[in-house]
């Protein structure tokens, strides 16, 4: 039996997440590079690749783990959250379709510097304990 078999769900359920996010971010990159060429929607394209990437990192950390994968879950929610509500608000404001909410884009950022530092912290927790 591999680690993989053992990765809880909620794990899996990030990278399904990632992936998603990763996807969305190549479709808002292709659209702002051949129909929208604002710089605003190129801006949500790059968050979304770049912290797809970054989720499945810190989802792989939470599962290598062993004393804080509770802090590596948590960051990786975080970040997910945080981006989408970034891109997704930014997106809606290029593309003239309104707003998620009021500001929900600054809220967006926040809560993804907050997920950094969630990584910060899980990363110190793991080196102190190991």
């Known amino acids: 039996m591999s680690r993989f078999d053992e990765t809880p769900r909620a794990d899996l359920g990030l990278a399904v997440a990632a992936g998603l996010m ?17 710089p605003a929607l190129a801006s949500a394209a790059q ?20 004393h804080a994968a ?12 945080g981006v989408a509500l970034f891109a997704g608000d930014v997106a809606l404001r290029a ?24 990584v910060a912290v899980a990363a110190a927790v793991d080196w102190r304990r190991s």
């Open 22 to 38: 990763g996807a969305a971010g190549v479709g808002l990159a292709a659209i702002a590079a051949h129909r929208l060429p604002t």
């Open 47 to 66: 968050m979304l690749m770049v912290h797809a990437v970054a989720v499945l990192a810190v989802s792989a950390w939470a599962v290598r783990s062993v």
């Open 70 to 81: 509770g802090w590596w879950r948590v960051a990786a929610r975080v970040m997910l959250l």
């Open 95 to 118: 593309f003239e379709a309104g707003q998620l909410f009021a500001k929900a884009a600054p809220i967006g950022g926040s809560l993804t510097i907050l997920s950094w530092l969630l």
